[in-house]
């Protein structure tokens, strides 16, 4: 009989029977992925808690190569192997196995992540800031547990290997140093806060709002529209002026009038300015002085402070105290000085 034909120790029968065992198991795990991810979804859909939508998220990343080997296992099961076959099946499906291991937990961890980081970014922006730099750690730690995991299960000893991992990264550690600083600036960014996503900062003459805080590098967005990249490094060494946490503005102006200015207005010029900054509600009036006798005027200093950090209230408060400066002047006829200069001539006898 055909199906009584012996192949590599099985008939043609078990032979059959195996492939018809690997592809119905094959056609059962794709029926069951596509049915469990519809139903996650749309209980994902009708709740407001997260776990259904990371079920959903994990078990849509399962591999269809994974439930292949999985169905093509269970169909050898039904064969008398030799030895090293089986040996050699085993693994295959190991090392799938715990790949895809790591596929769902990777999943897992990085959608929880990205929750995390979306729910804290109003709230907490330093936490967000936190999350890239956590992902990095996350995935290296995750990864190596799999691997490790894998080749323990393969038979490898893997006690000789962990002990050459921590020779070989020093040497590793020594050549990408540069790359390492700025892992570890990046580490320092986020645990120390100096600023966080969204935060107005300037470095030397570069000023711009944070958009991301990398692992290598931090962008920042221009106030003229373009990205600006900095080394996490670089970035760490340089001054850092954080507009982003400045709780009020100090303000500091100056004008000038005309040397033919009475001395009783120039006692009075102080008292104007100070109604001018009082009728003012988002500022608080600190001083105004006459401060020097300059070239071709009279000045005076003023300061104040702005109740607010943002730039555009500084300047419509700024405009107003000025406007309403240049009325009082005008109302006791008071002159600004601009540069002048007088030429005296002699006749000679």
């Known amino acids: 009989m055909l199906f009584e034909t012996v192949i590599a120790g099985n008939t043609l029968a078990t ?8 592809c119905v198991a094959s056609l059962v795990f794709l029926l069951v992925r596509r049915v469990a991810v519809g139903r996650l979804r749309a209980l994902a859909a009708r709740t407001s808690t997260n776990a259904d939508d990371v079920a959903a998220e994990v078990i849509e990343r399962t591999r269809t190569w994974f439930l292949l ?9 039904t064969l008398a192997l030799p030895a090293e076959w089986s040996g050699r099946l085993r693994a295959v499906l190991v090392i799938a196995g715990f790949t895809q291991l790591g596929l769902w937990a990777s999943a ?62 020093i040497a590793v550690a020594l050549a990408v140093q540069n790359v390492l600083g700025d892992l570890f600036a990046s580490l320092a ?16 003459d570069k000023v711009g709002s944070v958009e991301h805080v990398g692992l290598k590098t931090t962008r920042v967005r221009s106030i003229s529209g373009e990205q600006l990249v900095f080394s996490n490094t670089d970035l760490l060494s340089a001054r850092i ?18 040397y033919a200015t009475p001395r009783g207005d120039l006692a009075r ?20 002085h006459l401060s020097g006798y300059g070239a071709f005027s009279i000045d005076f200093e003023t300061v104040y402070f702005v109740t607010s950090s943002d730039y555009r209230t500084y300047m419509d408060a700024q405009q107003r ?29």
């Open 269 to 288: 010029i102080p008292e104007l300015i100070e109604d001018a900054v009082h009728a003012e509600d988002s500022v608080r009036f600190d001083r105004s």
């Open 69 to 77: 080997v999985a169905a093509a296992y269970l169909g050898a099961a």
């Open 108 to 169: 897992a961890a990085r959608i929880l992540l990205d929750n995390y980081r979306r729910d804290k970014l109003e709230s907490d922006r330093g936490a967000a800031s936190m999350v890239g730099a956590l992902q990095f750690v996350v995935m290296v730690a995750l990864w190596s547990l799999v691997s490790l995991l894998a080749l323990s299960n393969l038979g490898v000893d893997i006690t000789a290997l962990v002990a050459g991992l921590g020779v070989g990264g």
């Open 189 to 204: 960014i986020v645990l120390d806060k100096p600023f966080v996503v969204g935060d107005f900062i300037a470095v030397d």
């Open 321 to 349: 105290i000025l406007l309403r400066i240049h009325e009082a002047f005008e109302r006791h006829g008071i002159e600004f000085a601009f540069p002048t200069q007088t030429l005296f001539l002699a006749r000679a006898e």
């Open 15 to 22: 032979w059959g029977v195996a492939l018809a065992t690997a």
């Open 241 to 258: 002026q954080n507009f982003g946490r400045m709780l009020e503005r100090r303000i500091v102006f100056s004008l000038g009038v005309t």
